[in-house]
């Protein structure tokens, strides 16, 4: 896929106070990144200076080749922000609402009703479109800001804590919104401190403290500190210690047994698993479930050293 959205190296200095140190980052459609960090991290700073609405004392950004500061014309209808506190004309409707987003991005007739039906919709506000925004909940102004973000279709999501103030139900349709704009091939980043949300559909995970990118990498490699070996998980149907015979396979460490199941170190890669799971069938042993063991997100972000996710 090709390049959708730089950062070169971006800082921003608030006095003497670096908000944002010296970061790179780059991504291709369908890329859809978690952004996590703790209070004052510097990750809506970061998401400001990518939709252009915050100047960089040093860097650059770019989207599809603009650089979003100096070439902002070219830029505007291509990235949608959502900010962690919605923003709304609490006097219009919902409808008229949406309706005046769709003018500002050029979105005018039948293309418009299709698109403001389409994201009311999506967002789950179809019977509260005739109402004005100042009569409706924290929630449902969070919808509408997503409505709002993704209406004039940007290729650069940007969404800064989403699913603040969404009740359960909110929060699974969000995460359905969100995949779908992956898998449309859209870059996407999402700041958010529920992890266990990031963790289901996030490609890659960046974690950033005091401006600094501390990590960045794929969903798959977050738990593997040995780019050749990982994990593995094997629950046998039988009460008789496994241990000999699991250890007894070239290759296999650090095993500790849990009543039938069993955790401890392989090669990594499909066929090496491939491989490990049939010698343990030629040795007769009754596997019921077999699979590569992944660290929680919850458990990559703390060994990091940070204690704290706003």
């Not at 989207?63 to 291509?78: I, P």
């Not at 289901?200 to 969903?219: F, K």
């Not at 780019?227 to 650090?254: F, N, W």
Request: hydrophobic letters at 40%; aromatic letters at 6%.
């Amino acid at each position: 896929m090709s390049v959708i959205l730089q950062a070169n190296r971006v800082r921003v200095e608030f006095g003497q106070l670096v908000a944002v140190c010296d970061l790179s980052l780059e991504m291709s459609g369908g890329d859809l990144v978690g952004l996590i960090g703790p209070n004052g991290a510097g990750k809506t700073t970061l998401l400001r200076v990518l939709a252009g609405l915050q100047a960089t004392t040093a860097g650059s950004a770019r989207v599809l080749g603009h650089d979003v500061f100096n070439d902002s014309d070219a830029v505007r209808g291509q990235v949608g922000f959502a900010p962690d506190a919605p923003p709304a004309y609490e006097e219009l409707t919902v409808e008229e609402f949406l309706r005046f987003i769709a003018d500002a991005y050029n979105v005018t007739g039948s293309e418009a009703d299709e698109r403001i039906d389409f994201w009311l919709e999506q967002v789950w506000l179809q019977e509260k479109r005739s109402e004005k925004i100042k009569t409706l909940s924290r929630g449902m102004r969070q919808r509408i800001t997503i409505a709002q973000t993704l209406l004039p279709s940007p290729a650069v999501v940007l969404l800064d804590e989403p699913s603040a103030g969404l009740d359960p139900a909110g929060r699974i349709q969000l995460r359905q919104v969100i995949a779908s704009l992956r898998d449309q091939g859209k870059a996407v980043i999402v700041s958010s401190h529920i992890l266990a949300d990031l963790e289901e559909y996030c490609t890659h995970i960046a974690i950033i403290e005091q401006g600094r990118l501390l990590r960045y990498a794929h969903v798959g490699d977050l738990g593997s500190d040995d780019a050749q070996r990982c994990g593995y998980t094997l629950t046998v149907a039988c009460d008789d210690d496994a241990s000999e015979a699991i250890t007894a396979v070239e290759g296999v460490a650090h095993l500790t047994r849990n009543n039938r199941t069993y955790t401890f170190e392989y090669h990594k890669g499909e066929r090496d698993a491939a491989r490990l799971l049939r010698s343990l069938l030629d040795r007769g042993m009754p596997v019921s479930s077999f699979m590569p063991a992944r660290e929680s997100l919850e458990d990559v972000y703390l060994k990091t050293g940070v204690r704290q996710v706003d």
